[in-house]
Structure formats: structure tokens, C-alpha cells
């Protein structure tokens, strides 16, 4: 159980244009998931938590009218990096907490690289 | 600003040795801890967690928490190749859902 898949596992753009990303949860009900980032050879940045049904809450220093996050439905939230550039190229990850599973564990999704040129 | 602290390493075993990973964090207030292995170039997976003093075990795998010393291990018994990956320790960050990560320990399991 516990599984949470992301669509597209991998997307190249051009500067200045949006990329959406989806999270899903494939075998529960995640009332809240995450979005992360990490550069090569770095560890997890958490950018936001999402709560379904209301606004994410975004990480200090985390752009918010950039990163827009919805978060519908129980089984999924997604993140659209809006006007993309060059910097913003890393592996994105998200992750959900099953309510009915153990205190505080999360279940991270395949991530998204996304290459920006 | 609440921190999870880890060796970067690289820690390189052989095969069959047991790997021993190390993680201290210092928010007190955390009551949940986890350990993520990530291959590279993946997202991370999640091993153990723990939430008790005292040692946990699943298969191979031996967590132990101290929580007077904010301390936390992983141990891995009979160490194989497929054992090398970035391992991620993780606290729950005091009360709320959001967990702290440290940078990792990269484990090489030489054959």
C-alpha cells in the first residue's frame, strides 16, 4: 500500500513557459502532501505543504505566486511552475501522508526532472 | 532552526560487513523518526521508522533511538551491493507534519 505516482516523470521546457506536475495518491486518501526539491547532490528542500481544500502553505523563501500548488481532491495535488528559467531545472518530488498509516510518515512519488533551456 | 545532522560520508563497507549510519538532530520536541534510502537519480524510499527508545528491527534492517542524546542510528546486517544508495534520516518537526531531513550518507557496499 502507500503508493503515490507523479506525472511526467521527466519534461523539458523553454524559458518562460509553465510546467504542471501531478501527484497522486494511488491507494489512499492523502489529506496532506508535500513538495520537495533537490538539486544534484543535495538533500530534500521542502518548498510547501498542501492540505486539500485549502491553501498550500509555502516553506520560507519559496515563491508562491511561482510555484502555484492545488491540492482538489483527496488523491491529488499538483504544482505548476509558472514562467520557468533555467534555475528553476531540478528534480521535484512529492509526498502524502497516509492518515491511516503511521504518525508523520510520508510515502514520496517517482519526482519530476524538469530541465528548463 | 531545527536541524537533522548526518555524516556525509562516503561510507564504504564490504559485502556481508554490517553498515552502521548516524544521525543526530536537535528539536527535543520530535517524537517521530525515519530513515529513506535514495538511489541515485530516484526519490527517496522509506525503511524504518521509529518512534520509541530503544532498538527497532525489520529484516536486515536495526533502527535505534536515543532520545537523552538526540541520537539516532540505522544498522544494516550482511551488507549487499543493492545496499549502496544515499541514506536520509528524518525527524518530525515538533508536533507539526512536516519532517526535517539531513543531507544523507552515501553507503558503498564493494562486492
Known amino acids: 500500500g502507500a503508493v503515490v505516482s507523479q506525472h511526467p516523470s521527466r519534461v523539458i521546457c523553454k524559458s518562460g513557459t509553465s510546467v504542471k506536475i501531478e501527484c497522486r495518491s494511488l491507494?489512499?486518501?492523502?489529506?496532506?502532501m508535500f513538495w520537495y526539491r533537490q538539486f544534484p547532490k543535495q538533500s530534500l528542500m521542502l518548498m510547501a505543504t498542501?492540505?486539500?481544500?485549502?491553501?498550500?502553505?509555502?516553506e520560507q523563501g519559496v515563491e508562491k505566486d511561482k510555484f502555484l500548488i492545488n491540492h482538489a481532491s483527496l488523491t491529488l495535488s499538483t504544482l505548476t511552475v509558472t514562467s520557468a528559467h533555467p534555475e528553476d531545472s531540478s528534480f521535484y518530488i512529492c509526498?502524502?501522508?497516509?492518515?491511516?498509516?503511521?504518525?508523520?510518515?510520508?510515502?514520496f512519488g517517482p519526482g519530476t526532472r524538469l530541465t528548463v533551456t | 532552526q531545527k536541524e537533522v545532522e548526518q555524516n556525509s560520508g562516503p561510507l564504504s563497507v564490504p559485502e556481508g560487513a554490517i553498515a552502521s549510519l548516524n544521525c543526530t538532530y536537535s528539536?527535543?520536541?520530535?517524537?517521530?523518526f525515519f530513515w529513506y534510502r535514495q538511489y541515485s537519480g530516484k526519490s527517496p524510499e522509506l525503511i524504518m521508522s521509529i518512534y520509541s527508545n530503544g532498538d527497532k528491527e525489520d529484516g536486515r534492517f536495526t533502527a535505534q533511538l536515543n532520545k537523552a542524546s538526540q541520537y539516532v542510528s540505522l544498522l544494516i546486517r550482511d551488507s549487499q551491493p543493492s545496499d549502496s544508495a544515499t541514506y536520509l534520516c528524518?525527524?518530525?518537526?515538533?508536533?507539526?507534519?512536516?519532517?526535517?531531513f539531513g543531507k544523507g550518507t552515501k553507503l558503498t557496499v564493494n562486492p
Open positions: 491507494d489512499f486518501q492523502a489529506t496532506t
Open positions: 528539536d527535543r520536541v520530535s517524537q517521530s
Open positions: 509526498s502524502a501522508r497516509d492518515p491511516q498509516g503511521a504518525l508523520y510518515e510520508q510515502y
Open positions: 498542501s492540505n486539500e481544500g485549502s491553501k498550500a502553505t509555502y
Open positions: 528524518a525527524s518530525s518537526q515538533g508536533g507539526s507534519e512536516k519532517l526535517v
